[in-house]
């Protein structure tokens, strides 16, 4: 969509599925080039004066329509489609898709496998919480994490609400085998936003890298 226009993304917009149908193929021609096998497939925001629960069934119906298109055509890519629900409390008021659980419904809906679930715990955290259960509920639906601290959105080892030690074991004990994306405002540059990394990586006896010490 148009950010400058105030877009955050267009499968669930009524009206803008041409505009979605484009931007999907721009969008796999650019993954096919840098080896990308996921695409953030961006529901887009409730339209400004709306009311939510009065657009609320067209707008997912919208969606599942654009998500089953979107999903066939990475399909002939081997590659998976990613919804991300979006919290609408304090990062975006209007986003549609703001929850594990509507993303889950409206996936069994669209009844396409190689759609999943980019489950950001920032947002999971703000909208609901409980996020033992709901990675373990949500978990074969889950195609890519992303973290950051609550509520500052920094660093994992940022003062917050959150234990990362924790659900990174967690996350093992689950069986995740895929990348954790850090989706936050580091305090400072790159390296020094990773620092929290080395540490967790010490704590666990493990080299820089995720080796083992004792493998060495």
């Known amino acids: 969509g148009n950010q400058e226009a105030g877009e955050m993304g267009l499968a669930a917009v009524p009206g803008r599925q041409a505009a979605f149908r484009q931007d999907v193929s721009a969008a796999v021609q650019y993954a096919r080039a840098v080896g990308c096998p996921r695409i953030h497939l961006m529901a887009g925001r409730v339209p400004l004066g709306a009311d939510r629960a009065t657009v609320a069934d067209e707008m997912e119906t919208t969606f599942i329509e654009n998500l ?49 679930v980019q489950l950001d715990l920032f947002h999971c955290q703000i909208m609901d919480g409980n996020l ?23 660093e994992p080892d940022s003062p917050g609400e959150l234990n990362f030690p924790y659900i990174f074991e967690l996350l093992e004990s689950l069986g995740y085998s895929g990348y954790v994306g850090c989706e936050y405002a580091p305090k400072g540059d790159t390296l020094e936003g990773l620092g929290w990394l080395r540490s967790y990586w010490e704590s666990r006896g493990l080299q820089h890298g995720g080796t083992s010490k004792a493998a060495e």
């Open 68 to 116: 089953r298109y979107a999903a066939d055509l990475l399909a002939q890519e081997d590659m998976i489609g990613l919804v991300e629900p979006i919290n609408n409390r304090i990062t975006d008021p209007r986003y549609f898709l703001n929850t594990p659980h509507q993303a889950a419904a409206i996936l069994k809906k669209v009844g396409r496998p190689n759609l999943k």
């Open 132 to 154: 033992s259960r709901n990675l373990e509920t949500y978990f074969p639906l889950i195609g890519h994490i992303q973290i950051a601290q609550v509520p500052g959105r920094h």
